[in-house]
């Protein structure tokens, strides 16, 4: 079988890596990958919070979309769920606790404007077609404001905030759950 040049290089070993710096061979590395054929499809980072998207079959199919936390000894992996295939790509955009992220689809090249606390923020498609946007945020409450795609067709819009608010039901479900199986009261 060959494999495509894109696929075929060596990743360092952990102890070979910088962990300060968030690179698609650390995240291949660290993340388990296997380097012959996944791939870093998007980074964006914000202090030291950062989302990646990585392609682990080297064929579009299915992203993951992975959270990284930086501390004094450098980067190191968070969790990590199912983003769908490249090619069906959508923009999304949520709260991931210590940070507020967005993700879509673009020609490469193009930017996309995002706006956040007053501010108006250009995002650049990659060579992918692939954006993000990514903000850290002071406290752990999932209470968040989200990011505005400030170029989104209404239409599509008003289907995203639909989907949108069916997921924030679900996460208000499961915080509830999770809360009267702690004890504790939910956080947001």
Same mark, same amino acid.
Not at 23 to 38: E, Q, V
Not at 102 to 110: I, L, Q, R, S, W
């Given at each position: ?5 894109? #696929?075929?290089? +060596? ?13 698609? &061979? +650390? ?20 202090? &030291?919070? @950062? *989302? ?7 064929? %579009? @199919? ?11 000894? %450098? ?8 983003? %769908? ?18 993700? %879509? ?28 946007? *990514? ?15 400030? &170029? ?6 008003? @289907? #995203? #905030? ?6 924030? *039901?679900?996460?208000? #479900? ?15």
């Amino acid at each position: 079988m060959d494999v495509p040049p894109f #696929r075929s290089r +060596l990743v360092a070993m952990p102890g070979e890596l910088d962990l300060t710096s968030l690179t698609d &061979d +650390l995240i291949i590395t660290l993340g388990g990958w296997n380097p012959r054929y996944a791939r870093v499809v998007m980074i964006a980072v914000d202090d &030291d919070e @950062a *989302i990646a998207l990585v392609d682990g079959n080297g064929d %579009g @199919a299915e992203l993951e979309m992975e959270y990284w936390h930086k501390e004094h000894d %450098g980067w190191s992996a968070g969790s990590t769920s199912g983003h %769908g295939p490249l090619d069906s790509l959508s923009a999304t955009r949520w709260d991931a606790g210590p940070m507020v992220c967005a993700v %879509g689809p673009a020609p490469p090249g193009d930017v996309v404007r995002i706006g956040y606390e007053g501010n108006v923020h250009e995002c650049r498609a990659n060579q992918f077609g692939v954006w993000a946007f *990514i903000r850290k945020v002071r406290h752990m409450d999932f209470n968040h404001p989200l990011p505005e795609l400030l &170029d989104e067709d209404e239409d599509v819009a008003e @289907a #995203r #905030r639909q989907m949108e608010g069916s997921l924030e *039901i679900v996460r208000q #479900r499961v915080r509830a759950k999770l809360g009267r199986m702690s004890g504790r009261p939910p956080t947001g």
